[in-house]
Structures are given as C-alpha cells and as structure tokens.
C-alpha cells in the first residue's frame, strides 16, 4: 500500500503518516517501503523505501519527506546511541553509517562485492549496534549472522546455519 500507519493503543482506525499518495518517487509518496524506525529527538520517522532513505517529520501532520539518501537498494535500518543511522545495501552488498547531514556515508561492513569471504556480504539483512558500535549484520545468502567490529576491514562470524539435510522417510 506504500503507506506507513499508525496504530495508537485502542484505535480502531489507523492514520496515515507518511505515503499514502499512491506509489512512486515524489516527496509525498512512498514505494515500497521495507523497514522503518523513529527518530525520538527529531520525533520523525526514517524509512526504507526503494531506492532511498527517507524522513518524514511526525510533529506537523507532515504531507512529504526528506530524502536522507538515494541510489540505495535499503533493506535494513538502525540507528545508534550517537544518533548515526545504519543501512544495509543489498545492491552495493555493503552497510553504511551515516551521520547527521551526510548524504554519501561511510562504509562499515562488507563493500567487498557479493560473496562469502569475510570482508563480503550477500545480501545484508536486518542490522543492530551495539553501544561499542559494533554492528550485527544478517548477510542473508550466507546463512549467517556477522559482527564488524568499528572501523574492522572484515567481520567475523557469530552464527550461521549447519548445511544439513533431513530425511523426511
């Protein structure tokens, strides 16, 4: 629906709080959205939409956003103690901080092309930092969960899935 919706306790309506114009690129419209967070501080929501980033402030009954980043293939968004916003990029196969004005980002966990060595991703995920700005990354194609330590040339693997078959007889 390229919408985002706000579900207060005890409504039975939601209300449409950032896209709902239809789908498409303009500043007041949403496609495709994938994950969302709020921004407490700035009380506005940060979006990942196709092919951008977006903020919509909460407090105006805002009718478009602000595009924080684009030419981003955004699936995973997380924001740190320090306020510095995390994306992972599933066309570049990297993750980026990126803190406040900046419009390019810095590179903090694969960027390496697609692929299963240690300074690659394949498809990144979901995300988390930690409060040593460590990030945790889902590098969904590898079936494994990795941390990147902060400014780490490669990850190391926390977790991945055993290839095993089942016999299902």
Request: with cysteine; charged share 25%; glycine share 12%.
């Amino acid at each position: 629906n390229d919408r985002i919706i706000q579900w207060k306790k005890g409504d039975t309506i939601g209300e449409v709080v950032a896209g709902g114009n239809g789908k498409g690129n303009g500043l007041n419209q949403l496609k495709g959205p994938r994950n969302v967070l709020i921004d407490k501080e700035t009380d506005s929501l940060i979006i990942c939409d196709t092919g951008r980033v977006v903020r919509w402030s909460r407090r105006s009954r805002t009718t478009q956003g602000e595009i924080l980043s684009d030419n981003i293939a955004c699936n995973g968004l997380t924001m740190d103690d320090q306020r510095d916003i995390y994306v992972s990029d599933n066309g570049k196969q990297e993750v980026r901080r990126y803190q406040w004005g900046d419009k390019i980002g810095t590179i903090v966990a694969g960027g390496n092309g697609q692929g299963k060595d240690l300074n690659q991703l394949s498809v990144p995920t979901c995300l988390f930092v930690d409060s040593q700005q460590n990030v945790y990354v889902s590098d969904n194609w590898n079936h494994r969960v990795m941390k990147w330590a902060k400014d780490a040339i490669e990850g190391v693997v926390v977790t991945e899935a055993l290839d095993v078959e089942h016999d299902l007889t």
